[in-house]
């Protein structure tokens, strides 16, 4: 998995991209959460929860279906959140759908159940270019993390960057004109 710092890139490109208006601040935080909120299985391994499990790490909870569950339950807050309930559903869903493509472009763990609970099957994207982070934060802190943090940065964090950068473009060009 990419660290739980880039989780949230893809959300704030989305809220930088599209501005405070129609991403306001608590939108955007809550979009954060919920890029990071699939990884709430990695508990399991305490529990005694098999990695392969349909409840195991980068199972359901890493799923298409859980991330539009996730959406869902987001947008009956919509008015508390400040945008429209189709805004806060879009955003939620990409949010949390991110988390498991990020973690299918990583060069470890046994892939992603994106069609859980209807499949355990796991996949990869053809692409594995991020290196995979430890879930150990002591492991992160070494030489090793420098190298994931250097990988994260090219993958994620620039990809990013330029998404939300072409937002904002785009945004003052349809306002000047």
Known sequence: M????????????IAIGLGGKTVPPRLAIVACVASAVPDLDSLGYMAGVPYSS?????????S???AFLLALLASAFAGRLGASLSVVFAVILIS?????????????GMGVAFFSPFSNARYFLPWRVILVSP?????FLSERGTAIVKSELLWVWLPC????TLGVAVRRVVRVA
């Not at 409840?55 to 359901?60: A, D, I, N, V």
């Not at 960057?161 to 939300?164: E, F």
Request: glycine share 8%.
């Open 96 to 108: 949390a759908a991110s988390h498991g493509i990020l973690d299918a472009m990583t060069t470890g």
């Open 135 to 139: 879930i150990s934060v002591t492991r």
């Open 64 to 66: 298409l279906f859980f």
């Open 2 to 13: 990419p660290s739980v710092l880039s989780h949230p890139a893809v959300p704030l490109a």
């Open 161 to 164: 960057a330029v998404v939300a």
């Open 54 to 62: 349909p409840l195991g790490h980068r199972g359901f909870t890493h």
